[in-house]
């Protein structure tokens, strides 16, 4: 069965320096990786993904996320972090053999400050 | 991306009743999800909506519990059966559209509180 962790519960970044929000993963065959942000009050929006190909891919709001199959990471990054970039982000994980089934990371809960 | 709207957005249920959570989506979706997202915690994910036949149900969770109808390729609903303080999350709806690599696009959820 698939799985992600994100280890850390919060990041604390000062606007304007780089954010990193740490993912790994588990998974039987090949992975398609997601990242997904939710802000108070919303539902998850889709931020970028990983399926095959370049193994960093950017996505919207300025967001990027590498991929490294040895260390099976996916973090999220964005060079300069705004204060609305504030909210709570997912990673997520599913099987590459057809099975649709997301599994979610716990979240980590991002915190720019002005 | 797909529009999605549930309804309610959110509700405060007495414990025994039950709710109906809806989900409409402005295209045709080739597959729709429920997800359960607890206080503080991550997303699970419930059961997968089949149109025309049963959902698919994840392991720790029943139809008794959680009966889903998928009635056309745009609609489904999830009901919570029996509630009791413990269901109290947000239920989220999500669709995926035909094609291997998509991602799910998510609604924007229905926060339900179970006194």
């Known amino acids: 069965a698939q799985s992600v962790a994100q280890p850390e519960d919060q990041v604390n970044v000062a606007e304007g320096n780089p954010l990193t929000v740490k993912c790994t993963y588990s998974?039987?065959?090949?992975?398609?990786l997601f990242w997904y942000v939710q802000y108070p009050n919303r539902g998850l929006q889709f931020l970028l993904k990983?399926?095959?190909?370049?193994?960093l891919v950017k996505g919207s709001y300025g967001f990027e996320a590498e991929f490294n199959k040895s260390q099976t990471s996916f973090h999220l990054k964005k060079p300069s972090a705004l204060v609305s970039d504030s909210a709570l982000y997912f990673c997520a994980v599913r099987d590459g053999r057809g099975n649709n089934r997301l599994a979610f990371g716990k979240g980590n809960q991002v915190v720019v400050i002005p | 991306s797909a529009v999605i709207s549930q309804k309610p957005s959110r509700d405060i249920c007495q414990r025994g009743t039950s709710l109906t959570i809806q989900c409409q989506v402005d295209?045709?979706?080739?597959?729709m999800f429920w997800y359960r997202q607890q206080p503080g915690q991550s997303l699970t994910l419930i059961a997968t909506?089949?149109?025309?036949?049963?959902?698919?149900?994840e392991s720790g969770f029943v139809i008794d519990k959680f009966p889903i109808s998928r009635p056309n390729l745009t609609f489904s609903t999830l009901t919570v059966s029996n509630m009791s303080p413990e269901d109290s999350s947000i239920y989220l709806c999500?669709?995926?559209?035909?094609?291997?690599?998509?991602?799910?696009?998510f609604g924007p959820g229905t926060r339900l509180t179970v006194l």
């Open positions: 909506a089949n149109q025309g036949s049963e959902a698919t149900y």
């Open positions: 295209s045709q979706v080739t597959m």
């Open positions: 998974v039987s065959g090949n992975p398609y």
């Open positions: 999500s669709v995926c559209y035909r094609g291997e690599y998509n991602e799910q696009f």
């Open positions: 990983y399926i095959t190909g370049d193994n």
